[in-house]
């Protein structure tokens, strides 16, 4: 490997740390709130406000992001997003009181909503065009690392919490109060995070957008052979001068379709139901009358799927193209899902099928839907509107979380697990005839040429 291509890697492997972070923190509560409820005696409303706090955190996080990162740049952004997950961290360990936890989950929450703007957007601006897709999926294969580390520091935590300790304070941090460390142990990727960004460059694409020529330069001819640097630099002020004659604004009819396609994209792909799967599998596994001791293994399972399969699109997304791993994907998905259906339906659960078309629904989406979508909408707008219009469709993947967290328990028991399951389909099908008919292959383009599919000329 050449140095600059062994540069390139470490910086997009550092930034797709963020979404390590956003995976842990969007976790981690699952193994804390049933403690924190006993201890603080919450009822449904305050245990509402805490797991909704993070959310509300999340959408603070992508608005702040959408105003600031033009302004302040990307590597500031990221910097900013990596301190409210350690701010959180120790916030959320140490509170005075319930209302302070509420904010450090918040505060934690817009770290999150910050990372999930700025991670893939700074690795699309800055990975080479045939290595953009495999870059931004690192960043999908960090969230699902993210989601299963904090599984297994909650196992961890808990197990330890078993043992009695000779100092008071190790009792009741470790013993009494074991949710604590489980915040606190986010605070280790966090140091880890901010310590290696400052060896991060800023992206040379926002430098350039900021008539920073000189300081773009000497970025990209680190991190690119000195004939690359030259074409592309050139390239992406051929398009600062297209766009200063052009003047796109977020409203402008001609980024009409690219929007489109971000915001179904997001939506979509969590009306597929990933997140119902991967947080309420164990109760799924219950009501299908499987022993709940076995929950925690399942939910370990699934996210060990998830993250292995993954890596098959770091393989494939350059490879094959974006549109092939989203429709083969997506056929997995709708087929796996209606046959949960079936088998709920049926009343059939008790055979191991149910684990099989489960997982094959989280390897589906993990090599597909998952980083797929964190592609394509960090890729398709041009630089000038390219914050906004990320941070506008990443608020409506949000959005889309909030909703599927908010009714799925409804759907749940007021038409039944068959019914649900085949919801979930119902929208992936939708998804799979609109990838079919309106997303546009975008691998290997670079992100202007992207322009020239996407924008039309005005
Ligand atoms: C989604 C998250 C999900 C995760 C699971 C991401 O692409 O945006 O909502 O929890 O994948 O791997």
Redesign the pocket.
Known sequence: MSSHVARQQFICITVAIGGLLFGFD?AVISGAITLIKNQFALDTVMEGWLVSSGLAGCILGVLITGLVSDRIGRKKTIALAGSMFLISAVGCAFPPSFSVLVIARMIGGVGVGMASVVSPMYIAEFAPASQRGRMIAYY?LA??LG?LLAYFSNALLVNYSHHTFNSDWANWFFHTEAWRPMFLAMAIPSVVFLVLLTRVPESPRWLMSRQQTAKATAIMQQVRSSEEAEKELAEISKAAGRASARRISLTSPAIRLPLIIGIVLAVF??FSG??AI?YYGPSIFEAAGIDSSNALLFQVIIGVV?MLFTILAIRWADKYGRRILLIAGLTGIVVSLVLCGLLFYTNNTQGPLLLVLMLTYIACF?FSL??V??IVINEIFPTEVRVKAVAVCTLA?WIA?WMVGQFFPWLLEKTGAAVTFWMFALCSLINFVFSLKVVKETKGKTLEEMEEVFVAPH
């Open positions: 969007t999908q969230i699902t989601i792909q969590q990933i997140n991967i998830n993990a998952g980083p979508t964190w993947l979380v």
